[in-house]
């Protein structure tokens, strides 16, 4: 705005002729308070210098500056095309005066306040007639009004800021962590105050972590109603907070959600064993190094030797031998397999999550393997009723069926019974089928196992 | 398979650290595989004697002359296992494999090895480097460091505790990469097994026994940031007002760790209980709901084994050890080395207590899986044969 543009090169003059910068003329303000005659005299020496010189603008002439540069900035040139649409930011113009004098703070930091004000035309003419006749200045008294209830002369202490024609000022403080109040007056040049307006109280935030740190203590009124607690918004949202304010740690937030995993133990132990990827072989080459101590002489190259290994493994896996295989020499295999001796669970055999624990078939493409299907076939009268283990069997048209069943190895009985058609007459059959498999282990005619 | 194994401490010479439990039960262990143990440790109290079996493991005790130089102290160590290492192969005959424990007992292995074809197996738990806080320092640092080196070139096989060692033993001593191999720490998972009245051993503490508990332990420095968990705890008050925090464990930090929870108003829900072992650490374990590890440099983190071993789920920083070993949200919960982040892994442990509990027996099954002293030590039966 054209008066802050004023009051800034104002400034600048005014700094550039002190060799001072704009703060310490400011502080010099601050001073001002306590000021001894000399300090007056020059103040009232430059400001005349400053009249003199740079003939500084009274307020009327400012406002027809300010009237002038409105008539022909860009905003109202704006006019002249088409009028913009309603509500837009360049329809709307601030008012130079409000017809009020007020006075605000607000904290920039710690050790900063800003103050903003506008004088109300007839304030302006009493300051105007004032700073003529009775040698009035236009300033801004600071209070620290820190922990008092201020009524107009209780402060901790004040400062005066000349402030001349400015509407706002950066104000340093310092201190931090203060309760601030001003009032926007004239002060003669005897010291006469006559306050204009009074501004609000804002509190600066301290500059640093609080230097307390000894245990301050709630006070705890049983009879406190629950509602008056503190944190009465906190525990409307709380979810372990039921209607009454009571508090409950069961209960568990609206977003808790139960999280499911479908892992069985194996999966865990055989995730953890791939971080000892080379155990197993080592337990197995060493199981193999006992044996051969125990005088069995099994290097599993030879067919015998891999029957043995094959039958006994599947055993250290089903019985979870030891904690210490040392154990294991040929008569204690033979008498855990015997089921004579048990061992203390231990920890390294029961790797057997996964059945790699057994000797690997030669990896070759040749393969050689037998199914067996069962197919019983018998006929009767067709009108006679078959039954096999008590279920009816179906006949052909010519008194005929036929039964086809996969055969796994076992013993498997097959009651068969026929009744005639009159019911007089009943016929059983009783048979039994065995299968019984041998597979023998690969014998290669030519090189190795590998 | 006679095995010789040198190290500066043990249970049953001097217990300093953590190398002491290793050896100790690894020499039981081996012994249990039917291997022939012999531990050469320095002299602890006057009234032990030079020579002993416990557990069918052969102690060696060997006196040595202290020093005011650590560097020349634990020379005149070595010098005095390498004379009761011949004394014995003198009296019982020829040994298998020499196996020497961090830098300490480096220099002795050197030395058989300059007149004796042996092979030679070195373990490295840290580096000087890791235990200077990831510094280069000069000095009696450099003087380990060169130790080190000289180890890890000289004998024939180097076991780090984890990945992540290994990777910095091969950054930083140009070691092969086929030269090193990884055997990850143990834990005797049957020490803490069994039932205690967790009450009474809360109550024993001032905690209540329906409050969340949370533990630390470990050495109060920068490294295991036990002041992560404290600037955490203000956010786990916030949602579980009656949770309290046991910290075990001493060391430079401690006075400043307590001082920062009184100074944001924690204390009361904190408990700093200093150094703690035996039977009181291990109730205190079976006792709590989580533990927590909010290391900034953790190598390998035996302390997640121990909370395993006990049932509990683990709330532990991705670096290192940890973070090789622990599966997320399986076994414990993986975190950022931040406030925020410890504040999130432990709050979301106690959110779903059933999920806590299985993530705690899922760790329980990891121990006896892959960390029990018998799968360690046929690992490293493992490494002395090929």
Redesign the interface.
């Known amino acids: 705005m054209a008066h802050r543009e004023l009051d800034r090169s104002e400034e600048k003059n005014e700094s550039s002729e002190l060799g001072l910068s704009p703060q310490a003329i400011r502080r010099k303000g601050r001073i001002g308070k306590k000021a001894d005659t000399t300090k007056k005299l020059s103040k009232k020496f430059f400001l005349k210098e400053k009249k003199k010189n740079l003939a500084l603008p009274s307020l009327k002439e400012i406002k027809e500056f300010s009237r002038q540069q409105a008539a022909t900035n860009v905003f109202s040139q704006a006019s002249q095309t088409p009028a913009p649409t309603k509500g837009s930011v360049e329809e709307i113009q601030l008012p130079q005066s409000y017809d009020a004098t007020r006075l605000g703070l607000l904290v920039r930091d710690p050790h900063w306040i800003y103050a903003i004000w506008t004088i109300s035309p007839a304030d302006g003419d009493k300051i105007e007639e004032g700073h003529r006749t009775k040698d009035q200045h236009l300033i801004l008294r600071v209070y620290d009004v820190t922990l008092v209830d201020f009524n107009g002369s209780n402060a901790n202490h004040s400062f005066d800021i000349e402030v001349g024609q400015a509407d706002n000022w950066y104000i340093n403080l310092w201190t931090s962590h203060v309760m601030i109040c001003a009032e926007l007056g004239l002060k003669s040049s005897r010291g006469e105050f006559v306050p204009l307006t009074r501004s609000n109280f804002v509190q600066t935030p301290p500059h640093g972590a609080s230097w307390r740190?000894d245990?301050i203590w709630m006070q705890v009124d049983p009879q406190q109603r629950k509602d008056e607690r503190i944190y009465i918004e906190g525990y409307k949202y709380d979810p372990r907070f039921d209607a009454d304010g009571n508090f409950s740690?069961a209960k568990?937030?609206p977003s808790?959600k139960?999280?499911k995993?479908s892992?069985t133990?194996s999966e865990?132990?055989l995730?953890?064993?791939r971080?000892?990827p080379?155990?197993r072989e080592?337990?197995l080459a060493?199981l193999r190094g006992i044996l051969k101590r125990g005088r069995m002489a099994l290097t599993g190259e030879t067919l015998s030797d891999q029957k043995r290994i094959r039958r006994l493994i599947p055993r250290l896996r089903q019985w979870r031998t030891g904690?210490?295989?040392?154990f294991l020499d040929f008569e204690s295999l033979e008498e855990m397999r015997l089921g004579k001796k048990f061992f203390l669970p231990?920890?390294?055999e029961?790797?057997g999550a996964s059945a790699s624990l057994q000797i690997q078939p030669p990896k070759r493409e040749f393969f050689f393997e037998i199914w067996a299907d069962l197919i019983v076939y018998g006929r009767t009268q067709p009108d006679a009723h078959v039954s096999l283990h008590g279920q009816p069997v179906s006949l052909r048209p010519d008194g005929t069926f036929t039964l086809r069943y996969t055969l796994p190895d076992g013993q498997f009985p097959f009651d068969f019974k026929a009744v005639a058609a009159d019911q007089k007459e009943s016929r059983s059959i009783n048979t039994q089928v065995q299968r019984s498999t041998n597979v023998m282990p690969p014998v290669m005619l030519k090189g190795k196992v590998e | 398979m006679r095995i010789a194994i040198f190290a500066w401490e043990s249970i049953h010479s001097i217990s300093v650290g953590g190398i002491a439990i290793h050896v100790t039960e690894l020499a039981c262990a081996l012994e249990?595989?039917?291997q022939e143990v012999h531990v050469f440790t320095r002299m602890g109290r006057e009234d032990h004697p030079a020579y002993e079996r416990i557990h069918g493991v052969h102690y060696h005790r060997c006196p040595y002359a202290s020093s005011q130089n650590f560097i020349e102290e634990v020379h005149n160590m070595c010098r005095s296992l390498v004379n009761a290492f011949f004394a014995t192969e003198n009296y019982i005959g020829p040994f298998d494999v020499i196996h020497a424990h961090d830098w300490l007992t480096s220099n002795a292995v050197l030395w058989i090895k300059q007149v004796q074809s042996i092979r030679t197996i070195f373990t490295i738990h840290s580096t000087e480097y890791g235990r200077c806080g990831n510094n280069f320092w000069e000095g009696q640092s450099a003087v380990i460091r060169q130790q080190e080196r000289q180890a890890t070139q000289g004998v024939d096989k180097v076991i780090a505790v984890s990945k992540a060692l290994r990777n910095e033993i091969n950054w930083m001593y140009n070691t092969p990469e086929e030269k090193t191999s990884v055997v990850?720490n143990g834990v005797n998972p049957w020490t803490y097994g069994g039932w205690v009245d967790a009450g009474a051993i809360r109550r024993l503490y001032g905690i209540g026994p329906?409050d969340p508990t949370i533990l630390f332990v470990g050495r109060m420095v920068y490294q295991k940031g036990p002041d992560l968990l404290v600037e955490a705890i203000p956010c786990i008050l916030r949602y579980?007002n009656?949770a309290k925090f046991v910290f075990v464990g001493e060391g430079g930090m401690r006075w400043s760790v307590q001082?920062r929870a009184?100074?944001i108003?924690v204390e009361d829900a904190c408990r700093f209980l200093g150094w703690q072992d035996g039977w009181r650490l291990t109730d205190l374990y079976k006792s709590v709901d989580v533990v927590c590890v909010p290391s900034r440099n953790e190598p390998f983190g035996i302390v997640i084994l121990e909370a395993w071993s006990s049932g509990k789920p683990v709330v532990t920083t991705s670096v290192g050890g940890p973070n090789?070993?622990v599966?997320h949200?399986?076994?414990g919960l993986k975190i950022n080395p931040h406030p925020e982040s410890v504040a999130w892994g432990i709050g979301t442990c106690l959110?779903?207590f059933?999920?806590c509990q299985?993530m705690g027996a899922?760790g329980r099954?990891?121990v006896?899986?892959?960390?029990?002293w018998?799968?360690i030590a046929?690992?490293v039966?493992?490494v002395y044969t090929t």
């Open positions: 740190t245990l740690s568990m937030g808790f139960k999280r995993y892992l133990r865990i132990r995730y953890y064993e971080l000892l080379r155990l080592a337990i060493r904690a210490s295989e040392s231990g920890a390294s029961q790797l | 249990r595989k039917g990850y329906m579980y009656n001082d009184r100074e108003g090789e070993i599966w949200d399986v076994t959110e779903d059933d999920h299985w899922n099954t990891a006896e899986t892959a960390f029990s018998d799968v046929d690992h039966l493992d």
